[in-house]
């Protein structure tokens, strides 16, 4: 199946039936995101209009070895070592280390928070002149040769006197889902020649191959926590944008054999994060990445390729983990474990994994909590572990 194919037989398919993705022309909506979220989407972009696009080339550190065009950060919990201030960093888990290079990331956040808006704004009111600047971040970023990225993370989360570049860092590119999920529908709006399109897709086509088959990114796919979630997470949103079933059926095998029964507990918990010193926050992130996982790979699949659906043996799903965690979003104070060292007054926000959710398991009580929460979160470190931020692209009605 084409990439063209694939689109127009799933979201596209439910859009000309006129309802989400999920559930039958029979049933009630659940809810109806266009209309829930047409003025804040709407604002943020008439906002996003007068900003241009700015990638990775209009700032460097002196610290990187790669070049112009070289995606470069350093791990956020690594500090000098006050007894070796001249020496290599040292950890500090959770406490993010504001002197550390973080302008390559934040222009990647920048990206994922106004194209995907910028779009959305475009499958809510069809008018080009959204659908026009979403498309020039596209050329800029993977197109124009003086300003696009590189497809490789070989110099992201360096550790100053310990590595120049380390698997880990492929988290950040997670904030590229969202990106190549608007980009599927942006082809739709007649804003793109056939040689963009295909150097876009190209672009990701690479990028994917080099998580397939590089050092870094191997090790972030064998890592057993919400970082090989998050390699899965963007393999599957990548391979959904560029049409390869291989990849996409690869992820779903790696869901079942290795997110879910090695990180998901016989009640829903996700022990890995809760042992981290942001219980709360890594928690809700895991489910939001495993959710989304489950809503790339189950479009338009039955059996066992329907995620929502697969359980151990023992149980463990993600039905699961959103029936632990809805209660303490519900009721934070109720959370049983540690507190975040930070940050734990500024969650939960709108969480998509409760829409995610709701929609799949018919599930009122989900949608109705999820409606209630912050959509629009402006603390960074919340912005940053909060990638799905349109729902709008994921299961609106189009067309």
């Known amino acids: 199946m084409r990439r063209r194919e694939f689109l127009a037989g799933g979201l596209a398919a439910a859009a000309v039936a006129g309802r989400s993705a999920w559930g039958s022309p029979r049933e009630t909506p659940l809810v109806d995101a266009a209309a829930v979220d047409r003025g804040r989407v709407l604002k943020a972009a008439e906002l996003y209009l007068r900003e241009e696009p700015r990638t990775i080339t209009s700032v460097s550190s002196p610290r990187s070895t790669g070049g ?135 672009w990701f086509r690479q990028y994917t191959r080099w998580m397939m088959t590089s050092k870094n990114g191997q090790e972030e796919r ?91 043996a023992q149980g463990q799903g993600i039905a699961s983990v959103v029936a632990f965690m809805a209660p303490y979003i519900r009721d934070k104070a109720a959370w049983p474990f540690a507190k975040d060292v930070e940050y734990f007054d500024d969650l939960p926000v709108r969480q998509p994994s409760l829409l995610f959710a709701g929609l799949a398991y018919r599930d009122r009580a989900y949608v109705e909590l999820w409606r209630r929460l912050n959509p629009d979160p402006v603390v960074a470190e919340i912005i940053r572990n909060f990638p799905v931020r349109q729902p709008v692209l994921w299961v609106s009605r189009v067309g």
């Open 222 to 312: 064998d890592a057993k926590n919400n970082h090989g979630t998050c390699w899965v997470a963007q393999v599957a949103a990548f391979a959904a944008y560029v049409g390869d079933i291989g990849w996409m059926e690869f992820c779903r095998t790696r869901y079942r054999e290795h997110l879910i029964p090695e990180q998901v507990g016989a009640d829903g918990r996700l022990p890995l994060e809760l042992a981290r010193t942001k219980p709360y926050s890594y928690s809700l992130f895991n489910m939001d990445v495993l959710a989304t996982c489950c809503q790339v790979l189950s479009e338009g699949q039955r059996g066992e390729g329907d995620l929502w659906r697969f359980k151990t």
């Open 68 to 202: 112009a065009h070289d995606y470069f950060s350093e791990g956020d919990y690594w500090w000098p070592d006050e007894k070796n201030p001249d020496g290599p960093y040292v950890r500090r888990d959770g406490y993010s280390n504001p002197a550390n290079f973080n302008a390559h990331r934040e222009l990647l956040i920048r990206l994922s928070v106004q194209m995907p808006a910028l779009t959305a704004a475009w499958v809510l009111t069809k008018n080009s002149v959204y659908a026009k600047h979403a498309a020039a971040h596209l050329r800029a970023w993977f197109v124009d040769e003086d300003t696009l990225m590189h497809p490789n993370l070989e110099h992201a989360q360096a550790i100053q006197g310990v590595t120049p570049g380390r698997g880990v860092g492929i988290i950040d590119t997670l904030h590229l889902v969202e990106v190549a999920r608007a980009a599927m529908w942006l082809e739709h709006a007649g804003v793109m020649d056939a040689a963009t399109q295909t150097a876009v897709r190209e």
